[in-house]
């Protein structure tokens, strides 16, 4: 399985933004999909994440509300819809991928077997 995640960039505080993690080789509706973020000096954190089998997904609390994931299995794509974006929001986002999640543990980067490369998102005036 290999990740593409794009739609960084500079966006004003409260603005909004649509990353996109495009998978191949594998069917985004057979994959549990991660989106995690890492800033400068910072470990790589949990944001959100949907299940392959399309339970309600999971949101860290300090993007609860603000940010929301879908998935689009006809153009095997997972979206992250970042609004009301503040500065804090600043980093490097990373979508990753499993084929066997256990749900529980689905905010740990070690969680997932595929990893995209990362796009960054700048909240900046």
């Known amino acids: 399985v290999q990740l593409q995640a794009s739609g960084g960039g500079l966006v004003q505080p409260g603005g909004s933004l649509r990353l996109s993690c495009t998978a191949s080789g594998r069917t985004v509706s057979g994959l549990s999909i991660g989106w995690f973020r890492q800033s400068a000096g910072n470990e790589r954190k949990f944001v959100a994440g949907?299940?392959?089998?399309?339970?309600?997904?999971r949101y860290d609390d300090s993007v609860r509300g603000r940010f929301t994931i879908s998935r689009d299995n006809a153009k095997n794509t997972v979206y992250l819809l970042l609004n009301g974006v503040k500065p804090e929001d600043t980093a490097v986002y990373h979508c990753?991928?499993?084929?066997?999640?256990?749900?529980?543990?689905?905010?740990?980067?070690?969680?997932?077997?595929?990893w995209g490369q990362g796009t960054l998102v700048t909240v900046s005036s």
């Open positions: 990753a991928a499993s084929n066997s999640l256990i749900w529980s543990a689905a905010s740990a980067p070690a969680s997932y077997s595929f």
């Open positions: 949907v299940r392959r089998g399309g339970e309600a997904p």
